[in-house]
């Protein structure tokens, strides 16, 4: 579920940027969106993000970009976890977190994604 969240947000950025990549990071796509949309998509999440049930050591503000910056890189990391001698992390690390984050960003960004998309 978090492999298919990550690459569904990665692929909702990607249908709003101008250029052609093949980064996995969400903080770098979310940074190559137009001005305009960050700023509606950083609106929006952040009102919706004072529902969530947890706060992290490293985001107590419940800032939008600070999650981003938190979960940018969790597609690689869950999709290629079997890869790792040990899959730290696994046994319910921040799971349950990312499961929340990405129920709340995934609506907003199809809304925004179909609306702005690029035709790349």
């Not at 939008?64 to 690689?76: N, R």
């Not at 976890?81 to 960003?105: A, S, Y």
Request: with cysteine; proline share 2%.
């Amino acid at each position: 579920a978090i492999v298919n969240a990550s690459f569904a947000c990665e692929l909702y950025f990607k249908n709003m940027i101008n250029e052609k990549t093949k980064n996995h990071n969400l903080k770098f796509l979310y940074d190559k969106l137009d001005e305009k949309i960050q700023e509606e998509l950083e609106t929006k999440i952040s009102q919706e993000i004072t529902k969530l049930n947890y706060e992290t050591e490293i985001n107590c503000k419940k800032d939008f970009v600070k999650y981003l910056d938190d979960i940018s890189d969790t597609f690689v990391f869950w999709r290629y976890i079997h890869e790792k001698n040990k899959p730290t992390g696994f046994l319910g690390k921040r799971i349950n977190e990312c499961c929340q984050l990405f129920d709340i960003i995934l609506p907003i960004l199809k809304e925004l994604s179909n609306r702005n998309a690029t035709n790349n």
